[in-house]
């Protein structure tokens, strides 16, 4: 058996990587193709070509390149019906993985399989009819996801967020970052635009942390490709963080953090897996923000805040990222984490802490859909 797989960012590379796994476990001698990163890669994948041409996020950001990524979409939609696959399996990245089904679907009746639930319940209520058209079976990560799916005509299936499966630093990793004044783990994306907009204003906070808290440290985890950007953005940082590429040290970083500065995005899952309380700091192109806003249906980005149904996590969203209300931000939850670490914890519950893991649960899912 074979599978033709999408990913097109790192959380889609994680995620690939684990069906991929469980999809070995359960069905032994299955093999890959498809599009994916260094750890689906590790899994048995070679890359049509490198993943990263496809890490883009916005209207106004994905322009510029428009016709690069429909070349990129008709490469890959050829590539699968030559592989005649037991199904496709797009990975989150939407905007590249559904126009693939399309063409896909337009050819053959090969049954597709989408790994994330569209966000329905924040913006664009009807991307779920529109993926129902090229779109058999949905893998869900959140819980109150498969009634949306399945009213758009979908299958779909709860399958529990691959962060709960994660690994925890190690008392050995936990060694690697000395202990001592407040540590703030700063996190401005994994994606070069994200970096760009969010680390000036990352390191201005920092600058009014620092006047309250002169001891203040920050450490920086990111990617191998990303760390010249990286050293470049923070090099005149008040408080100089300490970057690391490695997965042990970031492991450590999440572990031992007093709060953490965090773009919007799947990362506050992360930490709230390491029960590490957080601040939400993120801007958007302005079309790409204000389109955005327009067709908004949730008050609040942060999945802590949806999945716990509080709104203890603190979110500062475009022109509202200012360096001074942050900072303050940051100080009240070094106060008080309290409130913040019981949404964090029941968050992790509902995502399916103590279950099967995840990877396996959506292999299943896979299994049984076929």
Same mark, same amino acid.
């Given at each position: 058996?074979?599978?033709?797989?999408?990913?097109?960012?790192?959380?889609?590379?994680?995620?690939? +990587?684990?069906?991929?796994?469980?999809?070995k476990?359960?069905?032994?001698?299955?093999?890959?193709?498809?599009?994916?990163g260094?750890?689906?890669?590790?899994?048995?994948?070679?890359s049509?070509f490198?993943?990263?041409?496809? &890490?883009?996020?916005?209207?106004?950001?994905?322009?510029?390149?428009?016709?690069? %990524?429909?070349?990129?979409i008709?490469?890959?939609?050829?590539?699968?019906?030559?592989?005649?696959?037991?199904?496709?399996?797009?990975?989150?990245?939407?905007?590249?993985?559904?126009w693939?089904?399309?063409?896909?679907?337009?050819?053959?009746? %090969?049954?597709?399989?989408?790994?994330? +639930?569209?966000?329905?319940?924040?913006?664009?209520?009807?991307r779920?009819?529109?993926?129902?058209?090229?779109?058999?079976h949905?893998? *869900?990560?959140?819980?109150?996801?498969?009634?949306?799916?399945? &009213?758009?005509?979908?299958?779909?299936?709860?399958?529990?967020?691959?962060?709960?499966?994660?690994?925890?630093?190690?008392?050995?990793?936990l060694?690697?970052?000395?202990?001592?004044d407040p540590?703030?783990?700063?996190?401005?994306? &994994?994606?070069?635009?994200?970096?760009l907009?969010?680390?000036?204003?990352?390191?201005?906070?920092?600058? $009014?942390?620092?006047?309250?808290?002169?001891?203040?440290?920050?450490?920086?985890?990111?990617?191998?490709?990303?760390?010249?950007?990286?050293?470049?953005?923070?090099?005149?940082?008040?408080?100089p963080?300490?970057?690391?590429?490695?997965?042990a040290?970031?492991? $450590?970083?999440?572990?031992?953090?007093?709060?953490?500065?965090? +773009?919007?995005?799947?990362?506050? %899952?992360?930490?709230?897996?390491?029960?590490?309380?957080?601040?939400?700091?993120?801007?958007?192109?302005?079309i790409?923000?204000?389109?955005?806003?327009?067709?908004?249906?949730?008050?609040?980005?942060?999945?802590?805040?949806?999945?716990?149904e509080?709104?203890?996590?603190?979110?500062?969203?475009? =022109?509202?990222?200012?360096?001074?209300?942050? *900072?303050?931000?940051?100080?009240?939850?070094?106060?008080?984490?309290?409130?913040? =670490?019981d949404?964090? +914890?029941?968050?992790?519950?509902? %995502?399916?802490?103590?279950?099967?893991?995840?990877?396996?649960?959506?292999?299943?899912?896979?299994?049984?859909?076929l």
């Open positions: 058996m074979s599978f033709f797989l999408v990913a097109g960012e790192p959380s889609g590379d994680k995620l690939g +990587a684990a069906l991929m796994a469980g999809l476990e359960l069905s032994p001698g299955v093999t890959f193709q498809g599009v994916g260094p750890l689906m890669q590790e899994q048995g994948m070679v049509l490198p993943m990263e041409e496809l &890490s883009i996020m916005g209207l106004a950001e994905v322009l510029p390149k428009y016709f690069h %990524l429909k070349r990129r008709r490469e890959t939609a050829e590539a699968c019906l030559a592989a005649n696959p037991a199904a496709l399996i797009t990975i989150d990245s939407p905007d590249f993985c559904l693939v089904a399309g063409l896909v679907k337009a050819a053959t009746p %090969l049954r597709t399989i989408h790994y994330v +639930a569209p966000s329905v319940w924040a913006w664009r209520p009807g779920a009819r529109k993926m129902a058209r090229v779109i058999d949905v893998l *869900a990560l959140l819980p109150f996801e498969p009634p949306l799916m399945t &009213s758009a005509g979908m299958t779909c299936d709860f399958v529990g967020h691959p962060v709960v499966a994660e690994p925890r630093a190690s008392k050995a990793e060694a690697l970052i000395p202990g001592g540590l703030v783990l700063c996190l401005p994306g &994994s994606r070069r635009g994200e970096i907009r969010l680390a000036p204003r990352m390191g201005e906070t920092l600058t $009014a942390l620092k006047a309250r808290h002169p001891g203040v440290r920050a450490v920086l985890p990111t990617l191998p490709h990303l760390k010249a950007l990286i050293e470049e953005m923070t090099q005149d940082w008040p408080v963080p300490q970057i690391t590429t490695d997965p040290e970031k492991r $450590a970083a999440f572990g031992l953090a007093d709060v953490a500065l965090a +773009a919007s995005g799947t990362v506050s %899952l992360e930490l709230a897996a390491n029960q590490c309380p957080m601040v939400i700091a993120y801007d958007l192109h302005p790409t923000l204000w389109l955005m806003r327009r067709m908004s249906l949730t008050d609040t980005y942060t999945l802590v805040n949806l999945v716990s509080t709104r203890h996590i603190p979110e500062y969203i475009g =022109e509202d990222f200012l360096p001074g209300p942050v *900072a303050k931000a940051l100080e009240r939850v070094l106060a008080n984490p309290g409130p913040q =670490e949404a964090m +914890a029941l968050t992790m519950v509902r %995502l399916g802490l103590g279950a099967e893991p995840p990877g396996l649960r959506a292999a299943r899912s896979v299994l049984a859909h």
